[in-house]
Antibody, heavy 121, light 107 residues
Framework: EVQMVESGGGLVQPGRSLRLSCAAS????????MHWVRQAPGKGLEWVSG????????GYADSVKGRFTISRDNAKNSLYLQMSSLSAEDTALYYC??????????????WGQGTLVTVSS | DIQMTQSPSSLSASVGDRVTITCRAS??????LAWFQQKPGKAPKSLIY???SLQSGVPSRFSGSGSGTDFTLTISSLQPEDFATYYC?????????FGQGTKLEIK
């Protein structure tokens, strides 16, 4: 069974940093692209970042470019999102999603349940 | 960046109705278009990818069409479990962008 479990969310003060993790199982992790997608309370989906199977292609939303860094460790079947200079606008549920293929042009086919990030003083 | 515009933003329909949701891209995206369903308190579920391919396990009453800039999601005969919010997403180029969502409600 394909499964993604996000962790690392919590309450953080504005300007601070946080690192999210996504532990993947049930598929050959290094065969697939991965994504982070977030959803602010009561709002729609916002794609945050994506990474190809070998980290050769990486993309970011304009709203996080220069502040967030996506990475993956294929040996550990894990995806990460390093977030810095956090603001209230980053408050959201952060989902990890598996791409349906290996490259940059893949949408998510399986999603985790999300980890909540709240930025507040 | 490519902007995705869905219409309508909300829709009321009855069980058994045929429903169509549209999604327009601000520039051509070939067929790199996905549709997702989200129910309250749940993670999104992938329905369709490359505009018209049904994800495994998705009922055949769901179908997608389109290419270039104009796309549609059709539910041929609404079932009670289909009332949810639907999102389109382009993944032709970074940043991958979602539409604003269409909330499908029971009439």
């Amino acid at each position: 069974e394909v499964q993604m479990v996000e962790s690392g969310g919590g309450l953080v003060q504005p300007g601070r940093s946080l690192r999210l993790s996504c532990a993947a199982s049930g598929f050959i992790f290094d065969d697939y692209a991965m994504h982070w997608v977030r959803q602010a309370p009561g709002k729609g989906l916002e794609w945050v970042s994506g990474i190809s199977w070998n980290s050769g292609r990486i993309g970011y939303a304009d709203s996080v470019k220069g502040r967030f860094t996506i990475s993956r460790d294929n040996a550990k079947n894990s995806l990460y999102l390093q977030m810095s200079s956090l603001s209230a606008e980053d408050t959201a549920l952060y989902y990890c999603a598996k791409g349906y293929c290996s490259g940059a042009s893949c949408s998510g086919d399986y999603w985790g349940q999300g980890t909540l990030v709240t930025v507040s003083s | 960046d490519i902007q995705m515009t869905q219409s309508p933003s909300s829709l009321s329909a009855s069980v058994g109705d045929r429903v169509t949701i549209t999604c327009r891209a601000s520039q051509g995206i070939s067929n790199y278009l996905a549709w997702f369903q989200q129910k309250p308190g749940k993670a999104p579920k992938s329905l369709i990818y490359v505009a018209s391919s049904l994800q495994s396990g998705v009922p055949s009453r769901f179908s997608g069409s389109g290419s270039g800039t104009d796309f549609t999601l059709t539910i041929s005969s609404l079932q009670p479990e289909d009332f949810a919010t639907y999102y389109c997403q382009q993944y032709n180029s970074y940043p991958h962008t979602f539409g604003q969502g269409t909330k499908l409600e029971i009439k």
